[in-house]
C-alpha cells in the first residue's frame, strides 16, 4: 500500500484567459477544477495506474468535503482528518495563450492544532514492511518546520519505504533519515545549494551531495529537458522529454513520482521505474488534468 501525506491539500481552480492583463477585467475561455496537493496528485495517479493507495492529511469546512467526496466518487480511498475550523484551501492557476504563461495563487489553508497531528501521528502507526510513505508539499500553519522528520522518525525501523517531495529546509531536515526518494525540480536544486541556475554537470554534483547526506536515491525533475536520477547502487540516468504539446504542468512532478513508484513496486528496477516516471510526468504536462493509466502506458515506449 502506498500512503501519501498532504497536510495542506487543495482545490486547484484552473482558469485560461486569453491575453492576460494584470488589473484589468479578464474572462475565462476554459475552466477545470482539480482535487489537488502533491500528495493527492500523486494518490491521484496511483490510482490511475492500478496501484493501491490511501490519501491521508487535514481537510476542514465546505471546500475540504468537496475534496474527499470528489475523489472518494473517482474511487480513490481516503483517511483525512477533519478540522473543526478553517477551510481547505483553495488554489488559483490562471494560463494565458497572451504570452503571460502561467500564474499561481495559492492560499495558506487551515491552522493545524496538536491533537490534529497526533492523530495522524497514530494513522501511521498502522504501517508495516512493503508499505510505502509520500510525504508531499508545503506545511499550513501552526506546524512546526520539522514535522517531516517527525513523521520519518514515526515509521522509522519498521521496513517503510519513504518518498519526500518538499523543498528547502523541509527537506534537507529528513536527509539524516535516509529516504527511499526525494524528488527535487531544479529550481529546487539550485535553491538548496545557493545557486539561480545549475549545469548539467552541477545538477549530478548536488544529486551526489544530496545522496551523501543521507537520501538513496535521487530524482530530479528538469521540466522541458527531462528528468535524472542518481540511484542507491551508484548508476545515474538521464533522460528526454517525447515530442508533445505541453497544455499545462501543475501536477507533472506529482505524476512522476507516482509513476516511478508504479515502475518500483511493479519491477523492482529502477531504470524501469525513472522510464515509468518520466512517462507519467510528460503524460500530465501533455493532458488537460493528471494522466490516465491509458495516457501514460501509451507514452512509455518513447522512454
Partial sequence: MVYTIT????????????????????RTSQEHLHFGGKGVNVSTVLHNLGVETTALGFVAGFTGRALEDGLKARGIPTDFIWLEEGLTRVNVKIRSGGGAGETEINSQGPAIPPPALEALLQKLDRLSAG???????????????????????????RGVLTVVDAARDLLRGVLPCRPFLIKPNSAELGDLFGKDSLSEEEILSCARALQAQGARNILVSLAGDGSLLLDERGACR??????????????????????????????????????????????????????????????????
Fill in 7 to 26: 497536510l495542506n491539500p487543495a482545490l486547484d481552480y484552473e482558469v485560461l484567459v486569453d491575453g492576460f492583463q494584470a488589473g484589468g477585467l479578464n
Fill in 131 to 157: 508499505d510505502v510513505l509520500v510525504l508531499a508539499g508545503s506545511l499550513p500553519a501552526g506546524l512546526p518546520g520539522g514535522v517531516y522528520r517527525t513523521i520519518l522518525a514515526r515509521v522509522d525501523g
Fill in 238 to 303: 538521464r533522460l528526454g522529454v517525447p515530442p508533445g504539446t505541453v497544455r499545462h504542468t501543475v501536477g507533472a512532478g506529482d505524476s512522476m513520482v507516482a509513476g516511478f513508484l508504479a515502475g518500483w513496486l511493479s519491477t523492482g528496477d529502477y531504470a524501469a521505474a525513472h522510464r515509468m516516471g518520466a512517462a507519467a510526468g510528460s503524460a500530465t504536462a501533455f493532458s488537460e488534468g493528471l494522466a490516465s493509466g491509458e495516457e501514460i502506458r501509451k507514452l512509455l515506449p518513447a522512454f
